[in-house]
């Protein structure tokens, strides 16, 4: 098992313990993209209540291990790159963890954290309790900006979950308590949200593929046929929802055509020759073409996600891949960052 988690203080094991085994060194952009993600995690962390600025900077630095931002990132490297979405909720997972960290110390009444005094050392546990809410809530309005409803979701589920396994851990106390009730709670009290941070970097694929995919279905809407795909065709524009082919059409049409697009779609209804017309509009001045380009894009990135998830495999060398059998491996559990 690794060496940072098997470390023991007395001086026996010392000597025979080995130089803790950095993730970063064992990964030529994870320094880098962790130190991105710093300064995200900072800005996340602002207020403009003094108090609460202060405590919140307080809080976000110091000696943490950014685990959580390391694992999202290289599960989304192992899933095809670290794209802007991916820094983004590195930083917005480090703070939910921080925030929990708050809150954990009022629970546990500890006067320490990350190498320095907790929290409610400083300020008190009314003052913590704020904190970690404020942290918390921060990151999820910063999800709900960047990122689908999915993700959202499915983090509002994990911060449940965390919650079930903190109130079963103060509650289930003694020596009652069996090892599937043990592991049960420490699933949902700190490994699902390491899950959900796996989950969301590797969704970068999922989500090229899904956009390119209803790209192409809004495409066929406009210009295919019910015998081809099974279902009407032309609902997007009856109900006036206006698709990437027609966005591209009322950016470059002419004035007249421009002004025809955009009168049929502040009607209540429009009639077969309407919808003629704009299907004829969208094809003759490339809306249909960007689309498509756009829609191919998509699955350029989606193929070459795929492609590198094949050559992320041990046996390829994938470093992203390796970094994670680290994490799982000769690195467990600590050591991120040198
Ligand atoms: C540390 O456990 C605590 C956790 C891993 C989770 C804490 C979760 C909550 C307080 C509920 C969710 C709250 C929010 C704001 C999302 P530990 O006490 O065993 O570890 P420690 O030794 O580091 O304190
Ligand atoms: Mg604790």
Same mark, same amino acid.
């Given at each position: 098992m690794g060496s940072g988690f098997a470390a023991a203080p007395d001086e026996k094991n010392k000597a025979s313990t080995p130089q803790p085994l950095w993730l970063t060194e064992h990964h030529p952009n994870l320094k880098s993209l962790l130190q991105e993600v710093e300064g995200r995690i900072a800005a996340l962390a602002r207020s403009e209540v003094e108090l609460l600025d202060e405590a919140g900077q307080y809080v976000v630095s110091g000696r943490g291990k950014r685990l959580r931002p390391a694992l999202l990132l290289l599960s989304a490297e192992a899933c095809g790159g670290v794209n802007p979405l991916a820094l983004e909720t590195a930083a917005v997972v480090e703070l939910i963890h921080t925030a929990s960290l708050v809150h954990d110390d009022v #629970?546990?009444?500890?006067?320490?954290?990350? /190498?320095?005094?907790?929290?409610?050392? #400083?300020? /008190?546990?009314? =003052?913590? =309790?704020?904190?970690?809410? %404020? +942290? #918390? &809530?921060?990151? =999820?309005?910063?999800?709900?900006?960047?990122?689908? $409803?999915?993700? !959202?979701?499915?983090? +509002?589920?994990?911060?449940?979950q965390m919650c079930e396994g903190q109130i079963s851990e103060i509650?289930?106390? /003694?020596? /009652?308590?069996?090892?599937?009730? %043990? #592991?049960?709670?420490?699933?949902?009290?700190?490994a699902s949200l390491m899950g959900f941070c796996c989950w969301l970097g590797?969704?970068? !694929?999922?989500?090229?593929?899904?956009?390119?995919? *209803?790209?192409?279905? $809004?495409? @066929?809407?406009?210009?295919?046929? *019910?015998?081809?795909?099974?279902?009407? =065709?032309?609902?997007?524009?009856? *109900?006036k929802k206006v698709t990437l082919p027609l966005i591209f059409s009322l950016r470059r049409a002419e004035e007249e055509e421009r002004a025809f697009l955009q009168s049929a779609l502040s009607q209540e209804t429009l009639s077969e020759g309407q919808l003629g017309e704009m299907r004829?509009?969208?094809?003759? &001045?490339g809306g249909v073409d960007y689309a498509w380009s756009v829609c191919r894009k998509y699955l350029e990135e989606a193929r070459g996600a795929l492609l590198s998830l094949?050559?992320?495999?041990?046996? @390829?060398?994938? *470093?992203? %891949?390796?970094? +994670? +059998?680290?994490?799982c491996g000769e690195a467990f559990p600590l050591p991120v960052m040198a």
């Open positions: #629970l546990d009444e500890a006067s320490a954290r990350r /190498g320095k005094a907790s929290a409610r050392a #400083l300020w /008190g546990n009314k =003052v913590s =309790v704020l904190l970690g809410d %404020y +942290l #918390l &809530c921060r990151a =999820v309005c910063r999800l709900e900006e960047i990122a689908a $409803d999915s993700m !959202v979701d499915k983090l +509002l589920i994990t911060t449940q509650t289930e106390t /003694g020596g /009652g308590l069996n090892e599937a009730r %043990y #592991l049960k709670i420490i699933t949902q009290k700190t590797a969704c970068a !694929v999922g989500l090229k593929f899904g956009t390119a995919f *209803q790209i192409a279905d $809004d495409i @066929h809407d406009l210009i295919g046929s *019910q015998e081809s795909s099974g279902k009407p =065709v032309n609902n997007d524009l009856r *109900q004829r509009i969208a094809i003759a &001045c094949a050559e992320a495999r041990p046996t @390829h060398g994938g *470093q992203a %891949y390796q970094a +994670l +059998l680290l994490s």
